[in-house]
């Protein structure tokens, strides 16, 4: 009992062995640590597109248990962490599809792939000038949550400031913008 209080705390010099984890290089020892492992990034991913915690645990949850029975706990790490990313990207698809009408969700430029590169660029020469049209089609204030938000960056919270209202608001207004956005119907000739 040597280095612990009588109530059996560690003293300083003890390492810390829960909090450690051993995983392989190239592969995960168990299921258990592939969660371990990804939950945090699959969670601030999914948190960063929806912007609240409810949600945003539910579908990390939803992504799990969907990844649970086709991923191979043979697969490398780099693998399962793709497949993760996409199955994220798929439930996150889903969601705003039920919630919009519209999917409008894109990872791959949030997390570049596991050999660092970014994703390639693969813009249409249009997309500007659609993004202006459809900008402004929409009244002030949709139009300016979108701009903060998409083009600015901006977190939830932080649009709220610049708009000098609160964030639940801020997340209404949003929303109701992306659904306006989507429903404007702007042809471009192409």
């Not at 599809?97 to 020469?125: C, H, K, L, Q």
């Amino acid at each position: 009992m040597a280095g612990r209080s009588r109530a059996g705390s560690r003293s300083p010099e003890e390492p810390r062995r829960r909090d450690l984890r051993l995983v392989p290089q190239d592969r995960y020892p168990s299921w258990e640590e592939v969660y371990r492992d990804n939950v945090g990034w699959v969670y601030a991913l999914i948190f960063g597109k929806v912007g609240n915690t409810p949600d945003a645990e539910d579908l990390t949850a939803e992504v799990f248990v969907a990844a649970l029975k086709p991923l191979r706990i043979t697969a490398s790490v780099a693998e399962v962490r793709a497949y993760l990313r996409t199955t994220a990207r798929t439930v996150l698809a889903g969601y705003w599809r039920t919630r919009m009408g519209r999917e409008i969700t894109v990872i791959d430029d949030d997390f570049p792939d596991e050999t660092g590169s970014a994703p390639t660029d693969s813009t249409d020469s249009q997309a500007p000038e659609h993004v202006r049209a459809v900008l402004s089609g929409l009244p002030e204030r949709y139009r300016r949550i979108l701009e903060l938000r998409f083009l600015q960056g901006l977190s939830v919270r932080d649009a709220a400031a610049a708009l000098a209202i609160s964030v639940p608001n801020a997340k209404v207004l949003q929303h109701r913008a992306l659904r306006a956005a989507s429903e404007l119907n702007i042809d471009l000739g192409l």
